[in-house]
């Protein structure tokens, strides 16, 4: 199976940084995307990891340790235009001979004055 | 153009109608996603297209037929449909050249579906 884990709800203030984490477990490994989502809205792409290390893209960065299933998405500088929905999403191996995304759990952020 | 058109925005259907939801995309890309998303929820898989054929069902009740009739369109035919399959139906595309790894997926902005 895929597990694809991350918190819930993430409560943050308007300047400070925030990481949001995400576990995954699946079945082969070819990149991890990270999204973000407005309530209502589609899916946005921020950032993708397919090696081990960090990634930066402006206020954020996409960290990924492939040997401990491990990744983490770091925003800077936030935002109160950042209170979003942040989804982890891991494409697997291509079993079938297509590439799929599959979603992580999702993060609600909640950005404070 | 980066864009995913969906249509209709929204859709409210009785449990015994049939309608369908659309889906364009004019980026070339050649593989074609169905996703289900329900309130409060990561985006669901339900259908992989590559090069129009049908590459992944995961396990979607026959109520939701998928089609892709050309290279640049997606078709979701409805049918027959239970209140609990309400929710925002997202559809995607993503390129498929191998060996290209930065191949993320664009979606569209989604049908929002309540079925009374």
């Known amino acids: 199976g895929q597990n694809i884990d991350q918190p819930t709800e993430m409560t943050a203030t308007e300047g400070a940084i925030v990481q949001i984490n995400c576990t995954y477990q699946?079945?082969?490994?070819?990149?991890l995307f990270w999204y973000q989502q407005h309530a209502g809205e589609a899916p946005t792409f921020l950032s993708y990891n397919v090696l081990d290390g960090l990634e930066e893209k402006g206020r954020f960065s996409s960290f990924l340790s492939r040997s401990k299933g491990y990744s983490y998405l770091l925003l800077k500088e936030l935002q109160m235009k950042d209170s979003a929905s942040y989804l982890c999403?891991?494409?697997?191996?291509?079993?079938?001979?297509?590439?799929?995304?599959?979603f992580g759990t999702g993060t609600r952020l909640k950005v404070l004055a | 153009d980066t864009e995913v058109t969906q249509t209709p925005k929204h859709l409210v259907m009785g449990m015994t109608n049939k309608k369908s939801l659309k889906c364009e995309q004019h980026?070339?890309?050649?593989?074609m996603y169905w996703y289900k998303q329900k309130a409060k929820k990561p985006p669901e898989l339900m259908f992989v297209y590559s090069y129009e054929k049908l590459s992944i069902n995961e396990s979607v009740p026959s109520r939701f037929s998928p089609e892709c009739p050309n290279s640049s369109l997606l078709n979701l035919h409805l049918h027959a449909l239970q209140p609990e399959d309400s929710a925002l139906y997202l559809c995607a595309s993503s390129q498929t050249v191998a060996g290209q790894m930065n191949t993320e997926a664009f979606f569209g902005q989604g049908t929002r579906l309540t079925v009374v």
């Open positions: 699946t079945s082969g490994f070819n990149g």
């Open positions: 980026m070339g890309h050649r593989a």
């Open positions: 999403a891991v494409r697997p191996s291509r079993g079938s001979g297509t590439y799929k995304y599959i």
